[in-house]
């Protein structure tokens, strides 16, 4: 069993708000990707048997949603913002500077698992230019100090 | 401390009489549920579902001529008198909150900053069609706005102003907070519907349009979160003072989301007809360009919309002033570029947003989407060819108006008008291999 205790309670509590128990597999999924990281078969067959739907209809969700990575990540996973407003700010030059700084490739992961780093599509931070998420959190208003900074803070958290 | 760093005008819209959306959200404590009674929350809802026809609440919102704020400009009231009287089955509300648009980022800020005027707005439309549970569906990414809605609507539970018999009204209202999957296309109504009856976000063919059979095949009304947040200001003051604000045709406030090259990147409310101009170079707003240079185009409404060239800045920002214009006023998100910025980067940059959030749905928009990022691709490298603007020009006319959902057409606008503003420079670009500009943007 992948998913603990605490997700699958959530998953049930989730079934209970809709007309249709269908309808509880996107918020059936976020809990798991929290949870887990990333999403696979096994998770969506646990999920199907929570929600009481076919796993094939789990799947076909999922895969979908390009939010859920659906290959083991690192435990951070870095998604910057690529679209046009981050980009006139710079984006393009963060990559290349976070590429620098965990010396991996976009699309990679540090050897230490803990980075992962990703490029995304735009996610509604436009005003705060350039801007990354990790994991749960934004960053936003990004300079190279604060990009320093976040870095170190999470080595050092591990 | 708030969660986003976003830069508002609440100061000036405090001391306003008439602009109201952003009166609180430099007060951290307007998430709370007693600050926002304090502040004259649930003051509408009480008015509202106790003293209103559901009828009467609609004709309100239709004469204030509010208009739906995510893109569309739907009239609101219109919308939501298209819910059959007659029909049996449960009729449903949802706030439509999957803000994705580039450029777009001023529902997060209500859902942050001020989640119970977004409640209020609910459940005041879902009085008006007859609805006893709706939803807000939240792009999957905005987990802070998530918790913020989910721990407002547990406020409002426990203080009475949702669940069983609200006001002792007989009314039941429950409502649900729903995550999503982070599509742009679940912004578009039916594809919003599919994902959350738990598809695959793929747009729906309509007629049946979702007032008819949406969700679950019942009546719904899909509104965007600002546009369901003005309506406590349209109930409490009428409808005579809404349309005080803005101009004949386009009454209310409006946020917008300013992004791109200018000094001061923010959300600023302002009355619609506002100044394009103002809103770029005015130090409560912009504050101007960086570094002083020139601007080269705007695009008004979102990623979706057509450009304003320099010479058409002078504009107001309103519906109809923007299609005059050869634009859209779209989801008020208004990104500049200046003079060194490259106009094939910047199809690029949208086009490949497109291109990933293409449904894949329709053919013309799943595979014309996908070549038109490669040939503008190949044109951005310095490997166009003779003939690739006019290649572009013929994948766009094979895609405008061929699919079920917006998404097409809003990947091909932008990329038509920026040939028809600057064809010179796509022809410098493929005849001379590089950017007539150049563009290289630092972060600091």
């Not at chain 1, 949603?65 to 981050?86: A, D, R």
């Not at chain 2, 409002?156 to 007989?170: F, M």
């Amino acid at each position: 069993m992948i998913l603990n205790d605490n997700s699958k309670a959530r998953i049930r509590e989730r079934v209970g708000l809709y007309p249709r128990h269908k309808s509880a597999i996107l918020p059936a999924l976020t809990i798991a990707y929290h949870q887990v990281g990333h999403l696979n078969d096994e998770v969506y067959k646990e999920i199907a048997k929570i929600i009481k739907v076919p796993y094939v209809e789990v799947a076909e969700a999922a895969t979908f949603y390009t939010m859920f990575p659906k290959e083991p990540v690192g435990k951070y996973l870095i998604q910057v913002c690529h679209n046009i407003s981050c980009a006139l700010l710079g984006a393009d030059s963060l990559v290349e500077y976070l590429e620098q700084k965990l010396d991996i490739k976009k699309g990679e992961t540090t050897k230490d698992n803990l980075f992962t780093l990703v490029t995304v599509e735009c996610l509604g931070s436009c005003a705060t230019a350039p801007m990354m998420q990790i994991n749960q959190d934004y960053y936003e208003n990004l300079t190279r100090e604060k990009v320093d900074r976040i870095l170190e803070e999470l080595r050092v958290k591990g | 401390m708030f969660y986003s760093p976003v830069r508002t005008n609440a100061a000036e819209v405090a001391q306003s009489e008439k602009l109201h959306l952003f009166r609180f959200v430099e007060d951290p404590e307007q998430v709370k549920i007693d600050i926002y009674e304090t502040h004259g929350g649930y003051k509408a809802w009480k008015k509202a579902l106790t003293s209103m026809k559901p009828a009467e609440i609609i004709d309100e919102i239709k004469k204030s001529g509010l208009r739906g704020r995510g893109g569309a400009g739907f009239p609101a009231g219109m919308k939501w008198s298209f819910i059959p009287k007659d029909s049996p089955k449960p009729r449903y509300l949802i706030c439509n909150a999957d803000e994705s648009e580039p450029g777009t980022c001023k529902d997060r800020v209500l859902m942050e900053r001020d989640p119970h005027a977004v409640i209020e707005g609910m459940a005041i439309a879902a009085f008006a069609i007859g609805c006893h549970r709706m939803f807000i569906y939240i792009r999957g990414e905005f987990n802070h706005s998530i918790d913020r809605m989910q721990a407002a609507v547990k406020e409002a539970y426990e203080k009475g102003h949702l669940g069983k018999n609200v006001y002792g009204s007989g009314y039941d209202l429950d409502m649900v907070v729903h995550s999503g999957g982070g599509a742009y296309i679940c912004g578009e109504e039916t594809a919003l519907l599919n994902s959350l009856e738990g598809e695959r976000g793929m747009s729906r063919i309509r007629p049946p349009f979702p007032a008819i059979e949406g969700l679950y095949a019942c009546p719904t009304i899909v509104n965007n979160v600002e546009t369901l947040a003005s309506v406590p200001h349209v109930i409490n003051h009428g409808a005579d003072w809404y349309k005080t604000l803005g101009t004949e045709k386009s009454p209310g406030s409006k946020i917008f989301s300013l992004s791109g090259h200018v000094k001061q990147p923010g959300n600023y409310e302002v009355e619609l007809g506002f100044n394009l101009k103002k809103l770029i170079y005015d130090p409560a707003y912009g504050g101007g360009i960086r570094g002083d240079k020139k601007v080269k185009g705007v695009i008004p409404g979102g990623s979706s919309t057509p450009f304003l060239t320099a010479d058409m800045l002078d504009v107001s920002l309103d519906y109809e002033s923007l299609a005059e214009a050869g634009s859209m006023l779209g989801s008020g998100a208004v990104i500049v570029f200046h003079e060194d910025t490259c106009i094939v980067w910047v199809i690029l940059k949208l086009i490949h947003f497109y291109r990933h959030e293409s449904c894949g749905k329709c053919t013309p928009c799943r595979e014309g989407t996908g070549w038109l990022e490669q040939i503008i691709r190949r044109i951005e490298q310095g490997k166009g060819k003779p003939g690739d603007v006019e290649l572009i020009e013929d994948v766009c006319g094979n895609i405008l108006g061929r699919t079920i959902c917006p998404l097409g057409d809003a990947a091909v606008m932008p990329i038509q008008s920026a040939i028809k503003n600057w064809r010179d420079e796509w022809q410098y670009h493929i005849d001379n291999k590089k950017c007539l500009v150049k563009t290289g943007f630092e972060f600091k």
